[in-house]
C-alpha cells in the first residue's frame, strides 16, 4: 500500500497545481501526502490529502479517484495519470464514481470516520423540505444518472436526473463548511429563498469534524442572474437610442426583487444566528482590514498607486464617528461573497446560493460577524460588471459607455430601493462605510483580473476611479 500511495502522490503533485481550485500556485514545495484512503463503494476511492510547502501551513484538499483498466467513458480529458493498478481519474468526472458517492449518501453510510447524514426534516422526509421553493419531489434514491456541472473553482458540483445537487468541496478546511451551515439554517427557518439540503457528507480534518460535500434540491427552471442581467444589457446595447428605461429587457424589476430577497436573508440569518451592535474596536479593525488588503493589492499592482491615497483616506473615515453613526446596523452573519452568479431567478422568485463566502479567506474569518453591507456592496460591484463586460471590445463607443454607466445605477438603485424597503433602512443612507466596502471589493477584484484574467481589469479599475473621484495615473 505504501508504494501504491506513493504512486498516487507523485501523480497528484503533477496533477493538482493544474485544476483551477488548487490554492497554492506559486508557493514553494508542493509536496503531497495522501492522509487517508477509504473505498466508498466500487470503484470509488476517496483521497484525503494534506499538500506540504516550504513555509506556511499546509493545504488540505479532498481527490475522488476511479482507478481503471481502460478508459470504456472515454474521458481523458479527466484522466489524473497511470500507476501500477491502472488508469486514475477523477472520480467526481466518473459517471460510475459520481453514482457510487450518491449511493454512499443514500445509505447514510459511516466508513472509516467518513459520515454521510440525511437532514431530518421533522418526518416529511428527503423530499418533504420545508419553506424552500419546490419544483419537484423525485424521491431520493441511489439510481439517478449523474453529471459534473460547471466550471470549477473552489468546488465541484454534479447533479442527478434534474431533482438534486451535490456540491464537493475540493479544498478543505477544518469545521463545518459555512455554506452548509448558512444554507441548512435558512432551511430550517423556512426561508424561501435557498434550496433545500438534503444530505452531507463529513470527516475528520485535524481534530475537527469537517463538510465535504453536501447534496440540495436542484431548481431545475432557474435561471441565474448574471446570465439575465446580461440579456439586459445585450437588449440595451442593440437599442443604443433608447435608454435603460425604454428597453423591452430593463432588469430594474427584478434588481428590485432581487434586494428584498437579500434582505430577507439577512434577517432571517440575524434572527436565527447571533448579531451585535458593532463597537468602536470593530470598526478599528475593519479599517484594518482594508488597509491590509489594500496594502498586498497596491504591492501587486501598481495601477493602484494613483487612487491609494483617496482609498486609505475612504477607509479612515470610518473611525471618525460613533459605531452607531457610522453603521447603525448589527454585525451578523450574511452571504460573504454575494453577486449575480450565485443567484437564481426561479418561478417563485430568487434564490440564493454558495453561502461559503470568498474561498481564498479562511473559514474562520468567513464565520466572523460581518455587516450585511457587505452583501449590498458585492451586488452592486456585480450591477457595474454587467453592464461593462460586453463593452470591453467596444470601449471606443462613447453612446455604450453611456448607456453602460445608466444600465449600471439604475439597477444598482432598484437593488438598494427593494433592500430598503424590506429591511427598513435604505443601504444608501449609510454611505460612507457601503463606499468603503464597495471601494474594497473593487481593489479585490483588480487584484484578481490582474492575475486571472488581465483583460478585464479595466473594469474594477475604472470603479476604483470612481469611487476615490481620482484621476488616473500617469502613463
Known amino acids: 500500500m505504501g508504494d501504491h500511495h506513493a504512486e498516487l502522490a507523485d501523480l ?5 497545481p493544474r485544476q483551477r481550485w488548487f490554492a497554492g500556485k506559486g508557493r514553494s514545495g508542493g509536496r503531497v501526502r495522501i492522509r487517508r484512503d477509504v473505498s466508498l463503494g466500487d470503484p470509488l476511492r476517496l483521497l484525503l490529502v494534506d499538500v506540504d510547502y516550504d513555509q506556511g501551513p499546509p493545504d ?3 481527490v475522488p479517484v476511479v482507478l481503471r483498466g481502460d478508459a470504456p467513458h472515454g474521458h481523458d480529458g479527466f484522466l489524473i495519470g497511470e500507476c501500477a493498478g491502472g488508469l486514475v481519474y477523477d472520480g467526481l468526472h466518473d459517471p460510475d464514481g459520481a453514482a457510487a458517492l450518491l449511493r454512499f449518501l443514500v445509505r447514510a453510510t459511516r466508513r472509516d470516520d467518513l459520515v454521510a447524514e440525511i437532514r431530518d426534516t421533522g418526518g416529511a422526509g428527503a423530499d418533504g423540505a420545508h419553506g424552500a421553493p419546490t419544483e419537484s419531489r423525485t424521491p431520493l434514491t441511489d439510481d439517478l444518472p449523474a453529471h459534473a456541472v460547471g466550471a470549477e473553482q473552489s468546488n465541484t458540483s454534479i447533479v442527478y436526473g434534474d431533482a438534486y445537487i451535490l456540491k464537493v468541496f475540493r479544498r478543505l478546511w477544518p469545521g463545518t463548511n459555512p455554506d452548509l451551515e448558512v444554507t441548512r439554517t435558512l432551511a430550517d427557518v423556512g426561508s424561501v429563498h435557498v434550496a433545500t439540503p438534503v444530505a452531507w457528507l463529513s470527516a475528520d480534518v485535524e481534530g475537527h469534524r469537517t463538510t465535504l460535500g453536501f447534496l440540495q434540491e ?14 439586459s444589457v445585450r437588449d440595451l446595447y442593440a437599442e443604443a437610442d433608447l435608454h435603460a428605461d425604454e428597453v423591452g429587457g430593463d432588469f430594474s424589476a427584478e434588481s428590485e426583487r432581487l434586494g428584498a430577497a437579500t434582505a430577507e436573508v439577512h434577517a432571517d440569518l440575524a434572527r436565527a444566528l447571533p448579531t ?24 501587486a499592482v501598481p495601477a493602484l498607486r494613483g487612487y491609494e ?6 477607509y479612515d473615515e470610518l473611525t471618525g464617528a460613533a459605531p452607531a453613526l457610522v453603521h447603525p446596523r448589527p454585525f451578523q452573519r450574511l452571504h460573504g461573497d454575494l453577486h ?12 440564493l446560493f454558495d453561502f461559503e ?16 453591507l457587505r452583501d449590498v456592496a458585492g451586488m452592486l460591484r ?3 460588471y454587467a453592464a461593462r463586460a460586453m463593452l470591453l471590445d467596444r470601449a471606443d463607443e462613447p453612446a455604450l459607455v453611456y448607456r453602460a454607466q445608466e444600465w449600471a445605477q439604475r439597477n444598482r438603485d432598484a437593488f438598494c430601493r427593494g433592500y430598503g424597503a424590506a429591511a427598513g433602512r435604505d443601504p444608501y443612507a449609510d454611505e460612507a462605510i457601503l463606499r468603503a466596502f464597495e471601494l474594497d471589493k473593487a481593489v479585490y477584484e483588480v487584484l484578481y483580473e490582474t492575475r486571472h484574467r488581465p483583460g478585464w481589469t479595466v473594469i474594477p479599475l475604472a470603479s476604483v476611479e470612481r469611487l476615490t473621484q481620482g484621476t488616473p495615473p500617469a502613463a
Do not use: I
Not at 497528484?12 to 493538482?16: E, K
Not at 436542484?218 to 440579456?231: C, H, I, K, N, V
Not at 474596536?281 to 488588503?293: P, S
Open 382 to 384: 456585480s450591477f457595474d
Open 218 to 231: 436542484y431548481l431545475r427552471s432557474g435561471t441565474e442572474g448574471w446570465r439575465l442581467a446580461l440579456a
Open 357 to 372: 463566502g470568498e474561498p481564498a479567506r479562511p473559514v474562520a474569518d468567513r464565520v466572523g460577524l460581518e455587516s450585511p
Open 12 to 16: 497528484l503533485t503533477d496533477w493538482l
Open 60 to 62: 488540505h484538499y479532498q
Open 309 to 314: 491615497a483617496a482609498a486609505r483616506k475612504t
Open 340 to 351: 449575480l452568479g450565485q443567484v437564481l431567478r426561479v418561478d417563485s422568485g430568487w434564490v
Open 276 to 299: 451585535r451592535p458593532p463597537t468602536t474596536d470593530d470598526l478599528r479593525a475593519l479599517v484594518a482590514y482594508l488597509h491590509g488588503r489594500l496594502d498586498a493589492a497596491v504591492e
